[in-house]
């Protein structure tokens, strides 16, 4: 049995990771801020939640001692330069000195498409400059080749939709309340993949063990359809009966108005919805270059959208 240390394993992504690990008969433990964030793994058999605060070196060291490998889906999409710097580049070093401190030989961190990977300061937002300079710190720690500290994979997932999915679900509840969308971005381009396709890249990725192989290996993790967001916004509608299966009126802004509105909605009480450094992130498309291996080389054919969305959002 192997025994995986799931950072982030409370999440979206990280539920789901956790499901089929444990279905792989292996061992998961999963640290958490907080113990009822992570009621939805809890009660799955062969997982530990652990009680810890995964900034604390010492303490992240030793709980990671005795594991085979690490997943590390922690990340935030909205905060401070400074927040951005402490979740997406501080912990990626720290998670890398406590493998090599603890003998942990292998690690797979979840990234994001739109990273520019040889030059993490040239992407467009506070999120992507702060996963790029993440994944560099994780490939200097790693090394290559034969002397590698451990084996490395890096996920790059495009936009994740699920059941549980914070994004089509967002559209299709939006649209049920107001008559219009008023939408910024909306040519922005996105290559949209299931989460059930990423939680399994995290599996093989383990399975493929590549602690003694090439490393670092970084994979673009997407579906097999390319959308626009106004696409997305309309397709959500259609799949949830709004309207009648008509969906509302996009109508799309300018980038000042945009940012105009992302910044009313930064001010807004209860959860940040979208914010001002989202919009920088959609100046890149979320495409996949096709100059790195895709999900196939991980043996898996990524499901479509429609199928899959059409199933919950017209629940
Ligand atoms: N969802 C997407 O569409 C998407 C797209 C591209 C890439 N990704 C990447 O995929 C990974 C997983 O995403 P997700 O959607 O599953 O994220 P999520 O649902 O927001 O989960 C992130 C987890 O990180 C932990 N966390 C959050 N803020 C933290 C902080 N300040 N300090 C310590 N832990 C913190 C939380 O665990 P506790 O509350 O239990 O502590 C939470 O369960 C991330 O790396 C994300 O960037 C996601």
Redesign the pocket.
Known sequence: MKNIFV????????AHVCEKLVRQGWHVT?????RS??RNVQPLPFVTVLDLD??DEAALTQAMAGHDAVV??????HGTPE?FQ??HVD?PQKIARACVASGVKQLVH????GVNGPQPEAAPSNYLRS?GQGEAVLVQAAGEGVGAAFGLTIL??????GAE???LNLFAKLQKVFPVMPLAGSHARFQPVWVQD?ALAVVRSLERNNASGPTPCVVEVCGPDIFTLKQLVQLSAQLAGVNEGRGRPVIPLPLWMGRMQALMLELAPGPTLMSRDNLDSMRTDNVATGLLPGLESLGIKAAALRPIAAEYLGR
């Not at 999963?30 to 907080?34: A, D, F, K, L, S």
């Not at 979840?110 to 498409?113: E, G």
């Open positions: 950072l982030g394993g409370s999440g979206f992504v990280g999963v640290p958490t801020r907080r964030n992570a995964v900034h590390n889906l922690v990340a935030i999409l927040a402490k979740v912990l979840v990234s994001a498409l996963k790059r997932p495009s936009v994740i939709f999915d914070q994004f990423v």
